[in-house]
């Protein structure tokens, strides 16, 4: 089946710590992203990627870093410098880039992080 | 950047009811999409419509892009149809969706 698989589903870190979230699709898309959603709020971009090792800040990118090694695989790294990481976080792609092109996003099934 | 805001913030249903969502944008857009988010969190993709109308089973959208709104249209409601209704534009900002707030839809049997 194609599409994008997010793990782990559900995530718990110390504070200071940091964790690596796991985004990867199967779906050939060129362009990958990452969104955080808190609690009855929409969905805000931290990090994406056009291309393979090409990556853009998004509007929250502070405390985050991403890699793009591979066109599958699109990895977000929580560092102990965010500030307020508990959060729910949705991976998403897409052929061409959002912005630029007519291009539809899919989003994986998420990954709850709780620092504790 | 864009801006996109929805209405209602909720909506509470009879099941076999009909319901109408708004999404309104302040910019011309390549991609306006509307999503259901389940319970579990996952976003399921509804529409993708930046322009015209569509329909899928009990649902239909239509995007009028030089009046700036979208409107998703749910017939004969049911149980599973309750959850959070997105809508997402793109605008002129590279590499990014913007979501409205969402309509909260609770559908009682």
């Known amino acids: 089946d194609g599409g994008i698989t997010q793990s782990p589903k559900y995530l718990f870190r110390k504070e200071g710590q940091n964790v690596t979230l796991s985004c990867e699709q199967n779906l050939n898309h060129d362009a990958m992203y990452w969104y955080r959603q808190d609690p009855g709020q929409g969905l805000r971009l931290i990090y994406y990627?056009?291309?393979?090792?090409?990556?853009q800040k998004g509007d929250i990118a502070e405390g985050y870093s991403v890699s793009r090694e591979k066109k599958e695989s699109f990895p977000l790294t929580v560092t102990s410098a965010q500030k307020n990481p508990t959060a729910f976080y949705l991976c998403?792609?897409?052929?061409?880039?959002?912005?630029?092109?007519?291009?539809?996003?899919?989003f994986g099934q998420g990954t709850r992080l709780t620092v504790v | 950047g864009i801006q996109v805001e929805q209405s209602p913030p909720d909506l509470i249903l009879q099941e076999g009811a009909n319901s109408t969502l708004r999404c309104n944008f302040s910019d011309s857009v390549n991609n306006l999409q509307w999503f259901h988010q389940n319970p579990w969190g996952q976003l399921i993709n509804l529409f993708y419509i930046p322009s015209g109308t569509k329909q899928n089973g009990r649902l239909s959208a239509t995007t009028v892009a030089t009046e700036r709104y979208s409107l998703l249209y749910i017939s004969s409601s049911q149980t599973t149809d309750s959850g959070v209704y997105f809508c997402?534009?793109?605008?002129?900002?590279?590499?990014?969706?913007?979501f409205g707030q969402g309509t909260i839809l609770t559908v009682h049997p």
């Open positions: 997402a534009a793109d605008g002129t900002s590279y590499g990014k969706l913007t």
């Open positions: 998403a792609s897409s052929f061409g880039l959002l912005g630029r092109t007519n291009t539809e996003a899919f």
């Open positions: 990627s056009q291309i393979v090792n090409d990556f």
